[in-house]
């Protein structure tokens, strides 16, 4: 069974830094495309940022909204995904889900996790 | 990037009848690589659709999209209560992107 659990959120002041993680289990982690996907309060989905697995070197894409705040990274040993997040502002406050492609090199979101909640606030 | 824009906003339907809902690309979308998805309060979205026409393992069959290029739609013949959620159109051909939503709620 696919497993992604998502943890690391919790209150942030503006400006401030958090770091979340994602462990996954139940398929061949480093093959895959791991993303992060978020939803504000009320809001609708919206793509934050993919690392590609590792038949395609593990490149890194991000969202116009979080680029050059966001550095997404991966660990195959522990099959992890982390998301560190920099400067953060009012508008990051989401639910982050960690999701997987459904096919290498890449393919929809198959899988997701539960979330967690990342709250930035004064 | 590409922007997807759903239509309409909100879909005000009886079970039974059938569902139309729409997505446009700001630019054709490589290789059809455009997803719908279900999100229900409290629970993660479900994949339904990929490759703009194919049905996830599992998925009932009244659910079927279709479309190329710019113009995608879902369809959901013959409503089920379960059906009720907020749909997304998502591509993810180049830098991934979500459309807005639909929410599909009950008449």
């Known amino acids: 069974e696919v497993v992604l659990l998502e943890s690391g959120g919790g209150l942030v002041h503006p400006g401030g830094s958090l770091r979340l993680s994602c462990t996954a289990s139940?398929?061949?982690?480093?093959?895959?495309?791991i993303n992060w996907v978020r939803q504000a309060p009320g809001k609708g989905l919206e793509y934050v940022s993919t690392?590609?697995?590792?038949?395609?070197?593990?490149?890194?894409a991000y969202a116009e909204s979080v680029r050059g705040r966001f550095t997404v990274s991966r660990d195959d040993s522990k099959n992890t995904v982390s998301l560190q997040m920099y400067n953060l502002r009012d508008e990051d406050t989401a639910l982050y889900y960690c999701?997987?492609?459904?096919?290498?090199?890449?393919?929809?979101?198959?899988?997701w996790g539960q979330g967690t909640m990342v709250t930035v606030s004064s | 990037e590409i922007v997807l824009t759903q239509s309409p906003g909100t879909l005000s339907l009886s079970p039974g009848e059938r569902a139309t809902l729409s997505c446009r690309a700001s630019?054709?979308?490589?290789?059809?690589?455009l997803a719908w998805y279900q999100h229900k309060p409290g629970q993660a979205p479900r994949l339904l659709i990929y490759?703009?026409?194919i049905r996830t393992t599992g998925i009932p069959d009244r659910f079927s999209g279709s479309g190329s290029g710019t113009d995608f739609t879902l369809t959901i013949s013959g409503l089920e209560p379960e059906d009720f959620a907020v749909y997304y159109c998502?591509?993810?051909?180049?830098?991934?992107?979500f459309g807005q939503g639909t929410k599909l709620e009950i008449k």
């Open positions: 490759s703009a026409s």
């Open positions: 690392i590609s697995g590792s038949t395609t070197g593990g490149q890194r």
């Open positions: 139940g398929f061949t982690f480093s093959d895959y495309p």
């Open positions: 630019q054709s979308v490589s290789d059809n690589s």
């Open positions: 998502q591509q993810y051909g180049g830098l991934r992107s």
């Open positions: 999701v997987k492609d459904m096919f290498v090199p890449w393919g929809a979101f198959d899988m």
